[in-house]
T-cell receptor, first 115, second 116 residues
Framework: AQSVTQLGSHVSVSEGALVLLRCNYS??????LFWYVQYPNQGLQLLLK??????LVKGINGFEAEFKKSETSFHLTKPSAHMSDAAEYFC?????????????FGTGTRLTVIP | SQTIHQWPATLVQPVGSPLSLECTVE??????LYWYRQAAGRGLQLLFY??????ISSEVPQNLSASRPQDRQFILSSKKLLLSDSGFYLC???????????????FGQGTRLTVV
């Protein structure tokens, strides 16, 4: 079975500081991994995804994540936070071998950017 | 391009009333379809998924049901709402694995349901 753990339900950073949102996964097969962002009262938007190609994945809005198999991690980073980055972020893992590719989501991390 | 429509955006319903939320996808065929619920302060919970017309899998026992009467239409229903059914409901679709294409899910804008 697949699962993800997001460490820290709330993260606060100053504007211009490094953003680091942590995600660890559990999967019995090679996973697909995703980061989504959700702004208030909106759906989820895909930031980036890992699908067994390059381990360093670049996404939209300056975010990137690195797949580390040895650490079973897929942490999301951004060098310099912007006020518009304030949102909730979800890490998700997919089992690519089942007929319906269910996505298993973490509980989310709310990012606050302090001016 | 593919789009997903979900409505209504907000809904306030009394306890014991019925529910029908609708989701439609355009620009793709035979998608996998999903209903998620997001309760306040919690993550996303997969409620139902469907790999084809009339094929529904339920992930958790609950007061809700889902139906897929057409290829790109997914409906979430309840005969009698409970207070605990309040939450943010999200419909999503993805491309089936067999095509070998990307597997990420694309989400609708959500429905905020408040049961009073």
């Amino acid at each position: 079975a697949q699962s993800v753990t997001q460490l820290g339900s709330h993260v606060s950073v100053s504007e211009g500081a490094l953003v680091l949102l942590r995600c660890n996964y559990s999967s019995s097969v090679p996973p697909y991994l995703f980061w989504y962002v959700q702004y208030p009262n909106q759906g989820l938007q895909l930031l980036l995804k890992y699908t067994s190609a390059a381990t360093l994945v670049k996404g939209i809005n300056g975010f990137e994540a690195e797949f580390k198999k040895s650490e079973t991690s897929f942490h999301l980073t951004k060098p310099s936070a912007h006020m518009s980055d304030a949102a909730e972020y979800f890490c998700a893992v997919s089992d690519r071998w089942v007929g319906a590719n269910n996505l298993f989501f973490g509980t989310g991390t709310r990012l606050t950017v302090i001016p | 391009s593919q789009t997903i429509h979900q409505w209504p955006a907000t809904l306030v319903q009394p306890v014991g009333s019925p529910l029908s939320l609708e989701c439609t996808v355009e620009g793709t065929s035979n998608p996998n379809l999903y209903w998620y619920r997001q309760a306040a302060g919690r993550g996303l919970q997969l409620l139902f998924y469907s790999v084809g017309i009339g094929q529904i899998s339920s992930e958790v026992p609950q007061n809700l049901s889902a139906s897929r009467p057409q290829d790109r239409q997914f409906i979430l229903s309840s005969k009698k709402l409970l207070l605990s059914d309040s939450g943010f409901y999200l419909c999503a679709w993805s491309v089936p694995l067999q095509t070998g294409m990307n597997t990420e899910a694309f989400f609708g804008q959500g429905t905020r349901l408040t049961v009073v």
